[in-house]
Every structure is written in C-alpha cells, then in structure tokens.
C-alpha cells in the first residue's frame, strides 16, 4: 500500500488541492475557484465535496492517505487549530477550521498560514533544501513572508510572526492598507510598482508604457511595467530599480536583526528577477552591519506554484516522521 499525503493550498481566488507522496512527487492535481462570497459554509462543504471526489481516484486497497495539510491565508492559532485573522476571508475570523475537516475528511490535519507554507516547501524541496535558516518573500498583490529558524516556522506568541510585508521602509511613505506607512509592501509588490509608475506619469514624466496600455493609465500593471522596462524604457527600468533598492533595505533589516544567510524570492514578481535583484544586492552590500551581510545569499524561489502545496504536504510528512521515531 502506498502512503501518501492529501495537500491544500486554500487561495482567496482558487482551492488547489494535490495527493504528494512523502518524497515529494505529486500524484495528482485539481484546481478550481474559491467563490469566498457564497460564505464560508458552502465554501468548506464545497472543498470537502471536491477533495472526497477527487480521492476516489485513489482507492483504498492501493493507497493510504495519512492526513491532510492546508496552507491558509491569515494568521492561524495553531494550539486551536482555528483561523484567528483573515483578511482576505472575511467572516472566517474564530472558525475551527481544523476540527471541521478532521470531521469532514475523517483523517488528521494540519495547518499552517499560506506563505509559511510556501517557505516550508521551498526548504524542503526548493532553494533553501538543507538549510536551516532563512526567510522567504512572496511578491504578488501584497508581500507574504516567513521566517525559517533552525529548520521551523517562526510563530510568534500569537502565531502571526513572519508579516514581512508590513516591515516599516520608509517612515513617512505612502499608506499601506494594514494601517501604518511605508511598509515594504507599498514598495515591493505587484500594486506598489503600478502606482510608482502612474505616479511617474503623473508627474509628467514620458514614457512608452502609457501606449503600451493604449492611453489608459489605469490599465498599467507590474507585467506591464516589466515588460516596457525590458524594452528598454527608462521610467519602468528606474520604477524596479526603486522597487530593489527597498526590497534590498528590508532584506537589509532581516540579516541585521536575524543573521540569516539565505533569502528566497518568489510569487508573480519575481519573474522580473533580472530588472531588480542588482538594486537589492547593491543595499545588502552598502548597509548590513559589520560582516554580517557576508555569504547571504539572495535566490529565486524554485518550486514556483507548488511551493505552497509541497509545503502543506510537508506539515503532515514532518509529523509522520516525528512518529515514526517516537515508536
Ligand atoms: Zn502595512
């Protein structure tokens, strides 16, 4: 009988679910959307609906499926098992969500927050494989994280370490929707590069990217702007050099404050890897503290879309193993 490992990375905009076997290879996939309006019963009935489906192509007399992981966004209690903060599911706040899949699924469970899950996977089978500290960034709408220490997530008290998104860059920058000013995330994501771009126009600058877009400025995205920049456009190349050059200042504060060697890099922004990592390793090299940015290293996160599942998938082969140990 073969073991294997039902894995979930729970997104605000689609549900991918996955069975990986305890080495890593994924059997199989489905993906399909979240509809987080329909209200979170029907948004779990559905999911568990999918997930009893999509098992029935794997029978029992083949295959034993020893829990189930869920990489989930916001911030999650993990002694309760429930979903303490979560922005993007409004409505999901308090909910025991563990023990509503061990019910549904009948099968142990384990969760985590999306981007630890996505920095458990990248450590397991990715660019940080075999090292024990280090931090993730995922770069998209916003800017996700996770802090690696001695092989584990860093939790916190409340379990909502990790919000590297939200480090404060720039005190009097530009207002970030969590409250404060000048967070990286107004910096280093997808958004923040649209509007650097737009206020650039604004301000009178040319450039080729408002034809690009046909004349509507408000139709000017980061893939939008990478690719003007790619052509050789002044404004969108300066638009990620700054973008870098902040990224750079908070991987800057990580080694400072944690002396961690390895920085990885992903989601949807890191495509444009070449048009902003020589800003970020130019302020690694000006400002970290005596040696300390000596060695680190900053890479491109490699297990692309799956990170996320693998790192789910993983939250269940640790404990397994741990287990296996124990007896
Ligand atoms: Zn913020």
Known sequence: MEEIILAVDLGGTNVRIATVNPQGKMLGKLSFPTEVSRGRERVVEDILSRIQGFLHGFPSGEFEVIGGGFGIPGAIALDRGIISQSPNFPGWEDFDIRSRLQKGLRMPIFIENDANAFSLGEGWLGAARGVKDFCCLTLGTGVGGGIVLNGDIWHGTEGKAGEIGHMVIAVDGPPCHCGSRGCLEVFASGSAIRRMAIEAIEGGERTELVERCGDEIKDITAKTVSESARGGDRLSRRVFQQMGMYLGVGLVNLVNLLNVQLMIIGGQVSEAWDLFIDSVREELEKRTVGSLG????????????????????????????KHKRRR
């Open 294 to 321: 000596k060695g680190v290293r900053v890479e491109k996160a490699r297990c692309g879309d799956d990170a996320g599942i693998l790192g789910a998938a993983y939250l269940v082969k640790r404990e397994f193993e």
